[in-house]
């Protein structure tokens, strides 16, 4: 537990807040996040922070509570597995996820936390943390497929003193960097963040200086209990008492076992909200586990609650009394170290997805389709044609999912800010050739509302190298709802130089390519909503004039097109899909594209890839 130093011990004084202070002092905490985020995007060196915006800003209050940021504060846990003294002038860095209980959840996202003093005594605290694209490990990108535990992930760093009273520890950044396959990326990327958490402390001191410390501390306590007010209100007018279950599954573990079952309950207990996971399976001998922070769970259901119910509350860790997460130590999601947990994003994919249906199963009025579902990665190393070493690190996006009020969106992030890279910049800094780009037609489910369309990306290699991959939905679909289609599935085929292709895995290091060699990075589509019989033939026309659909895709909805291949003959449609709806069997809530055993007897005649084997699970223990 962390040492506090202050030199004027004195208690901040409880002041009353008034509404207009309060509102300014919020507006100003949001201000503030949205300055941390632009310098760090503006100095960053790396690709994924600075093209794909991989970064997280955080303010809270001095106990770590968060009061700024999205997915709750890696502060607290950090604080309670430091083993310091935390004086003014110092500023900690740590990329260990079981030495801050999950906040950040592999090796590659180093955080940095700055303690914000004023007058001799803790303030608040400002933290910034973002993915570094290689930490040294077995392979370039610091994500080994195949790896066992964290060991092989490259190096990890532990809650440390990176600048101790004002000054930088010069030795302890050497040996870190000295570990990095692109150390000046590195270097740069976490100036980059220790900058952005002075941005901060910066503004935290100004808000202080202008209205008092104890008024500014006091105002952080006022909105803390202001949202869990609007929380315990939100949750007892929106959740049952009866038990919810639901559970999904990660496809594969990149070793060739799976699928692994992720299994939630969720009900309320007077104002409070259970989510049992003492239905999933335990951890995985590879890289797939998942350390699932409560602090950034609670966030994710309080996220999708207000986005449903009520957008005008705005969040911080107030309410986090509010829900009990149970998680079985030693499951997938709560991994014993060493356990390896650089492939934790399809489980935390599948959480997004998992957490939609209990939501949804709640309050069917606002059932979403299955979408977020995985992080696809990309890795591209070499040397080009100048004898540099390169490493391209990319973050790809697949459908979301079709929403009670309308279509999903196509190739489109879920996760905030998240962009995709310009193909221009990838030609300009890496030896390939972008020769797609694009929405895969007909790969959103059909429904009332069509589910968002994967992404197709051609890489052209340019040079000799290695590529990694890590995706999931291969196997599993992401399914429909109340009676529409699950989406379309992700595929990854490389067609070489010599004619021949292949269709490959979709965790997987180490693959050879030569110059002119290309691969297909095809995506998931997100699940659509509704009878697709009841689409509106508006939106099949646009859909397809747009080639978001093809001819044959307009079929799954009973359309009959014209010979023009883009205006529906709406009399014919009529007749043919009253026809249609006769046929057709009682919808489903939820629509999986089958069960899970059935899914697996199909999988090579549908994917071309061999099933895997089920999971063999082994007891691992604290090293």
Known sequence: ??????????????????????????????????????????????????????????????????????????????????????????????????????????????????????????????????????????????????????????????????????????????VILHNCRIPEWNHSDMNALIASARIGQARCLEMAERFGDDLFTSALDELLARNRRAMSTLIQDTIPSEKISFEDYVCDDGIGMGPYKIACDMWREGE???????????????????????????????????????????????????????????????????????????????????????????????????????SPHFMYSGIDEDDRWFLLFQIGFGGVPARPVGDGLDGHSLWPKFTNVPSEYLESYFPVRMEAYESIPDSGGAGRFRGGNGMRIGYRFLAAGKISIHDDRWLTYPWGVKGAEPGQRCRKTIERIDGTSEILVNKIDNIKVEPGDYLIFDTWGGGGLGDPLERDIDSIEYDLESGLITLEGAKRFGAVVKKDGVTVDRDATAKLRAKLSREDKEATLFNFGGSIEEIISRCEAETGLAPPTPPVFITQTTK
């Open 272 to 374: 409070k909200i259970i989510f049992d996971y003492g239905g999933t399976d335990p951890q995985s001998q590879s890289n797939i586990n998942f350390l699932m922070s409560e602090q950034m769970y609670k966030m994710f259901c309080a996220q999708f609650m207000v986005m449903m119910f009520d957008p005008d509350i705005l969040l911080n860790d107030g309410f986090f009394d509010l829900i009990e997460v149970r998680i079985p130590e030693g499951s997938l999601l709560a991994p014993r170290k060493p356990a390896a947990v650089n492939g934790r994003t399809h489980a935390m994919g599948r959480i997004f997805d998992i957490i939609s249906a209990l939501f949804g199963k709640s309050n069917p009025t606002y059932l979403c389709g299955a979408g977020f579902s995985s």
């Open 1 to 174: 537990m962390a040492r506090l130093i202050e030199t004027n011990p004195a208690p901040f004084a409880n002041i009353e807040v008034d509404r207009i202070t309060l509102d300014l002092v919020e507006n100003g905490l949001i201000n503030a996040r949205t300055q941390m985020d632009a310098l760090l995007f503006r100095t960053a060196m790396s690709p994924i922070i600075r093209e794909q915006r991989d970064g997280f800003p955080v303010i809270t209050d001095r106990s770590g509570r968060l009061v700024a940021g999205q997915f709750g504060s890696p502060v607290s846990g950090f604080i309670d597995h430091l083993d310091e003294t935390v004086e003014e002038g110092d500023v900690f860095l740590t990329s260990d996820p079981y030495s801050c209980r999950g906040a950040i959840s592999h090796a590659n996202d180093w955080l940095v936390c700055l303690p914000v003093f004023r007058n001799g005594r803790l303030l608040c605290w400002s933290a910034m943390f973002g993915h570094m694209s290689d930490i040294g490990g077995k392979v370039p990108g610091s994500m080994p497929t195949d790896a066992v535990d964290q060991f092989e992930e490259g190096i990890c760093i532990p809650p440390i003193k990176i600048i101790r009273n004002g000054v930088l520890q010069a030795d302890v950044l050497k």
